[in-house]
């Protein structure tokens, strides 16, 4: 006789459950009886184990952080910190496109069920000590590269929260209409504005026109050695 399964195991269920209901209907689709029906339980699992619909989207959006953070830690460092922070860009992008429902949901950017996860101002620091630890520590990838890159002498001294802000805004918003498929496929993007953006914001920040290309060339080449063509 198989053992009843732990809480923990039903809540990682119920989770995994809610990110397939979400690439596969979008946020129409999550909802607790379609949830439980998922992983065989009945509607009552989803409020034992989270009390209630808003809960579960808070761990969804979790998961959704975890997932970015760990495909952001794989980037690594070289000896290039400009050509670091495009390669984040580029690791976070391959991340969203590649399950767009589940970080619409992370990113607040829909509401299943109505519900709308709990986000707040990362770049305050007393903002930040109430906000996820998952969230926060997806965010302080970018604001360890942004140090870098400041602390390298390529662009302007600045508080590297905000220059990791504004690098998140700049990615962010080029997913965004990608992903609303305004870009045609992904290589044209990547190639003709996402890399173009990346290159004009940190001449903005201070970096030279030469030295921002020659960092987005490394970067977007050393991507496609690892991570092949498709999807970029």
């Known amino acids: 006789m198989a053992s009843k399964p732990s809480a923990a195991e039903v809540k990682t269920k119920l989770i995994e459950a809610a990110i397939r209901l979400l690439s596969e209907g979008g946020p129409e689709a999550l909802q ?45 460092e070289t000896d290039d910190p400009a050509a670091d922070m495009i390669t984040l860009a580029l690791a976070y992008r391959r991340t969203v496109v590649d399950n767009p429902q589940l970080y619409a949901v992370t990113f607040g950017q829909s509401q299943p ?11 305050n620091e007393e903002t930040r000590q109430t906000l996820s630890e998952e969230g926060v520590e997806a965010f302080s990838y970018l604001v360890r590269a942004a140090k ?7 662009i302007r001294p ?11 805004s700049a990615v962010h918003g080029y997913i965004t209409l990608e992903v609303a498929g305004h870009f045609g496929d992904g290589r044209n993007g990547v190639d003709h504005i996402l890399i173009p953006l990346a290159t004009a914001l940190g001449v903005g920040l201070g970096d030279t026109y030469e030295a921002a290309t020659r960092s987005a060339r490394r970067s977007i080449e050393a991507w496609r050695a690892k991570e092949g063509n498709i999807g970029t």
């Open 32 to 76: 607790a009886r379609k949830l439980a029906a998922e992983i065989g339980a009945s509607t009552m699992a989803v409020y034992t184990h989270f009390g209630g619909m808003g809960a579960l989207v808070d761990e969804v959006a979790r998961e959704g952080f975890r997932r970015l953070s760990a495909n952001l830690d794989a980037v690594g």
């Open 148 to 154: 870098r890159v400041i602390d390298a002498g390529r």
């Open 158 to 168: 600045a508080p590297e929260f905000e220059v990791a802000a504004q690098l998140w």
């Open 113 to 123: 069920s109505g519900q709308k996860a709990a986000l707040g101002d990362m770049t």
